[in-house]
């Protein structure tokens, strides 16, 4: 059986295996074979390209400071530590990582959850208090951070005061889920029986209940109750499922063709082969490095401080631009079509780009493409999705793919 290997691309966060990876441009453009030790995570089996993907773009120093916590490492010069030693650790004793600007959220192999202050990579009221139960899953977003039990009981982590400790909080009524999903201001929770939850702010219709409201508890999405989704991946402010059927089913925010349609282009242009989007935009590694992301989606024109600068009474299925073919929201779940009618595997979205794995192994991106984050060897912006030609030139089939903000991380094997 041959060995699934891991290739990364996009943005590169300082102080994380992706730049000891790549050279020293702070993005890369096509699929690069990740180091070494990251097959020391897995031990040759990928088998949660989450953690590996968290682990790749996440700060070294946070994680460290978890290990620490586990006896592992010791030393009090802890930053000459091998990588093959920090992989190893994680492998042995972390089942979770999860990684906001804030705070490191890990669960260890006995369901414990464990949090770290990335300002200090001090503990920050490290254990959340979940009762008797254990987490054994995470996901991680700007107002939300969303657990769930080996009970398959999915809530959010939170606490009442910045001195006061973290908790685990089920959602009311209980919602038996087998997946979780955070967006910047949105999560989405899928059932064990197939049906898919959403709560939070709503303002770009990421919710999918036809309006911009927003929730404050999980609802369920009406428009695709009939429908059994198998998977289910929140980006920024878009969201994507995939049926057991392999359909993909996409709706939210289309600002950067993220939804795979038509996007408005007034404000975009190609210069020597790449986008000149601003990178003081919405939510660019600039702004969130100078913890000013949450200021900037408050002013946002789209979004009033209420979260509901759209008509909360419409149910336009898509909100389009005056008269023009160009879609800026999706209100509800809409069908997404890949070129050759290929069904659907796998979805995963990042902040504005989404990316999906078809049934014969073939990855197609698409959306803002600023970072190198869509593998085309550009910076450029696609409204449609378009297959990854790296891994059809090398005959690699790919069997899973995880998208976070600016980044993307695949496995992948020889046909």
């Not at 120093?61 to 620490?68: G, H, P, Q, T, Y």
């Not at 906001?100 to 990579?121: A, P």
């Not at 309006?211 to 369920?220: A, E, G, Y």
Request: glycine share 8%; net charge negative; proline share 3%.
């Amino acid at each position: 059986m041959m060995e699934n290997e891991i290739y990364v691309w996009g943005y590169k966060r300082p102080n994380t295996m992706m730049t000891i990876a790549q050279s020293n441009k702070r993005f890369v453009t096509l699929p690069q074979k990740s180091p070494a030790e990251i097959g020391l995570l897995t031990s040759k089996k990928p088998k949660n390209i989450n953690k590996l993907n968290e682990f790749l773009v996440s700060d070294f120093n946070a994680i460290i400071s978890a290990l620490k916590l586990k006896d592992q490492i010791l030393s009090e010069h802890h930053h000459t530590c091998s990588d093959a030693a920090i992989c190893t650790c994680i492998r042995d004793c972390l089942n979770e990582i999860c990684q906001h600007e804030d705070q490191t959220y890990l669960i260890d192999n006995n369901g414990t959850c464990y949090v770290i202050d990335n300002s200090n990579d001090k503990l920050d009221n490290s254990i959340v208090y979940t009762g008797k139960v254990k987490l054994n899953q995470l996901t991680t977003g700007d107002t939300f951070t969303i657990g769930l039990t080996e009970q398959c009981v999915a809530g959010c982590i939170d606490r009442d005061s910045p001195n006061a400790g973290y908790i685990f909080r089920p959602f009311t009524p209980s919602i038996i889920c087998k997946q979780v999903s955070c967006g910047k201001e949105h999560g989405l929770l899928l059932s064990t029986d197939g049906q898919v939850y959403s709560f939070g702010l709503g303002s770009r219709g990421q919710l999918g209940h036809g309006i911009t409201d927003r929730q404050l508890q999980p609802k369920l999405i009406e428009a695709i109750e009939a429908v059994s989704m198998a998977t289910i991946s929140c980006g920024g402010w878009h969201s994507a499922a995939v049926s057991d059927i392999h359909d993909l089913y996409i709706w939210g925010w289309n600002e950067s063709g993220q939804l795979g349609f038509k996007m408005k282009t007034s404000n975009r242009s190609n210069v020597k082969g790449h986008s000149t989007i601003s990178l003081e935009s919405h939510d660019s590694p600039h702004n969130l490095s100078q913890g000013k992301n949450k200021d900037i989606v408050k002013e946002d024109p789209l979004c009033s401080q209420s979260g509901d600068h759209l008509a909360s009474n419409t149910h336009e299925r898509h909100v389009r631009d005056m008269d023009k073919e160009c879609v800026l929201f999706h209100l509800v779940p809409e069908i997404l079509d890949l070129p050759g009618d290929r069904n659907v595997s796998e979805v995963s979205c990042g902040s504005r780009h989404t990316a999906a794995v078809t049934d014969d192994g073939f990855l197609f991106t698409w959306g803002w493409g600023e970072y190198g984050q869509l593998g085309h060897g550009d910076r450029c912006t696609r409204d449609k999705p378009t297959q990854v030609q790296y891994f059809t030139d090398n005959n690699l089939i790919v069997t899973h793919v995880y998208c976070q903000n600016w980044n993307t991380v695949v496995s992948a094997k020889q046909r």
